[in-house]
């Protein structure tokens, strides 16, 4: 998965010298990485650098709803979701463990999208 986010790191280069994107900062690349290995037993995410300098990754699971993760350079978690009918959208502060609410709602996800 850590392929991933480097891909995703290699992607935004041109951006951030066309556009004027925010070149995610190195404890930004680190939360991602921590991220990665906290939900390296579930289905990869697609992963992508964002114009602010965050970092998100999304999971879909089709008609069921999707979740997208979003790592900053400043220890919070945020998190939006749509699972069946219901709309989920939070900032949690980020340390060794994956926040519970962010957890719950992989763990719902997953399982509704087999």
Not at 24 to 42: D, F, Q, S
Not at 70 to 75: E, S
Not at 88 to 110: H, I, M, V
């Amino acid at each position: 998965m850590l392929d991933k986010l480097q891909s995703a790191l290699r992607d935004v280069e041109p951006l951030i010298a066309e556009r004027g994107w925010t070149r995610p900062t190195v404890a930004t690349i680190a939360a991602a990485e921590h991220l990665l290995k906290l939900v390296e037993n579930a289905r990869p995410p697609d992963v992508q650098a964002n114009p602010d300098g965050t970092i998100s990754f999304d999971w879909e699971a089709g008609e069921h709803g999707w979740l997208t993760l979003t790592v900053d350079d400043q220890g919070q978690l945020a998190h939006s979701a749509v699972i069946g009918e219901d709309e989920f959208a939070q900032a949690e502060t980020f340390g060794e463990d994956l926040p519970g609410w962010a957890g719950t709602l992989l763990q719902r996800l997953l399982a509704a999208g087999h």
